[in-house]
């Protein structure tokens, strides 16, 4: 069976600009939550969407915004890009709202 | 505030010599402590969930356990692939959603 998925898996921008990161979960799961993870530290919460409804919001400015398709996939939005913002960010996915959560391989953001 | 610890911070071990990880945690009601493995650039992946003191549980070369305040990962013999960060990480019953608080890992290099 396919894992989670995420798309691209690189992405360069300036700062100021805004980003859009993808994801698909694993096939029958209907929870997804994005992570921030900065290197060398833990993933931090950002969201998570269940059923398509948000369930969960973390710590982080208005700038980010995720919403969760009639097929469970998900969009995570970043505007106004900082050089902060740079970071790989994962996405997981569970079958239930508070289930096991399974990682996809992540998607790298530079911000120069 | 919810807190996940975990040390040490990097850990060197000759193969074959088993060692153990602590991830201790203050959170007010731990719904369940997960223990992931992540290689560099790519995702975390799941190894185990506890979710009551006492409880262990066990895989190849790997073995988690939980008290009331922190959690082991004990590492029996390791090989050079088992090489890795591994993050525990908890989920509070209150918290947003699934959101998981991870601590910041431990690094682990086996050499041959």
């Known amino acids: 069976d396919a894992g989670v998925t995420q798309s691209p898996t690189h992405l360069i921008k300036t700062r100021g600009q805004q980003v859009t990161l993808r994801c698909s979960p694993i096939s029958g799961h209907k929870s997804v939550s994005w992570y921030q993870q900065v290197l060398g530290q833990g993933p931090q919460f950002i969201f998570q969407y269940y059923e398509k409804e948000e369930r969960g919001r973390g710590n982080f400015p208005d700038r980010f915004s995720a919403r969760q398709f009639p097929n469970y996939s998900s969009e995570l939005n970043v505007n106004a890009l900082l050089l902060g913002d740079s970071a790989l960010y994962l996405c997981?996915?569970?079958?239930?709202?508070?289930?096991?959560?399974?990682f996809g391989p992540g998607t790298r953001l530079t911000v120069t | 505030e919810d807190q996940v610890t975990q040390s040490p911070e990097a850990l060197r071990l000759q193969e074959g010599e088993s060692s153990s990880l602590n991830c201790s945690y203050t959170v007010s009601g731990l719904r369940g402590l997960f223990w992931y493995r992540q290689d560099p650039g790519k995702g975390p992946e799941f190894l185990f969930t506890?979710?009551?003191a006492g409880e262990e549980k066990e895989k190849e070369r790997l073995k988690a356990t939980l008290t009331k305040k922190e959690s082991f990962l004990h590492i029996t013999a390791p090989k050079p692939e088992d090489s890795a960060t591994y993050l525990c990480a908890a989920s509070m019953i209150k918290a947003a959603g699934n959101k998981l608080t991870f601590g910041g890992g431990t690094r682990v290099l086996v050499k041959p």
């Open positions: 506890l979710y009551s």
């Open positions: 997981a996915s569970s079958l239930s709202p508070h289930g096991e959560q399974y």
